[in-house]
């Protein structure tokens, strides 16, 4: 539930790789591992995990107009443009995220 116009602080929680959150420390993952942690912001009273929210950055960048450029621009060199990191973090960032860092993206 969202209440509107609460912003509050960032906590954490335990991501188990395996689509389960877990609040205990320690808590193991999938195969064994310790899980990663994932950061939970509440903004306008809705929580919103960070790595939820990138993907969703990821997925919606758009590209130049067809009227602007015949192929479109790479998915790597939006994602650079957006969070403003190299071509390398880029890359990284659309691979973690399941996306083809070499698609060509138009609006």
């Known amino acids: 539930m969202c209440d509107a116009g609460q912003v509050g602080k960032p906590r954490r929680r335990a991501w188990g790789g395996n689509g389960i959150f877990t609040d205990a420390p320690g808590y193991p993952g999938a195969l064994g591992?310790?899980?990663e942690e994932?950061?939970?912001m509440k903004l306008s009273g809705c929580e919103i995990?960070?790595?939820?929210l990138i993907r969703q950055v990821i997925r919606n960048l758009k590209g130049p107009s067809k009227y602007r450029s015949k192929h479109g621009q790479f998915?790597?060199?939006l994602v650079r443009d957006a969070f403003?990191?190299?071509?390398?973090?880029a890359t990284a960032l659309c691979r973690e995220f399941g996306f083809d860092p070499e698609e060509m993206i138009r609006s």
């Open 38 to 40: 994932a950061e939970v």
């Open 33 to 35: 591992k310790l899980p």
């Open 84 to 89: 403003g990191v190299g071509s390398g973090v």
């Open 75 to 77: 998915r790597w060199a």
């Open 49 to 52: 995990e960070e790595r939820d």
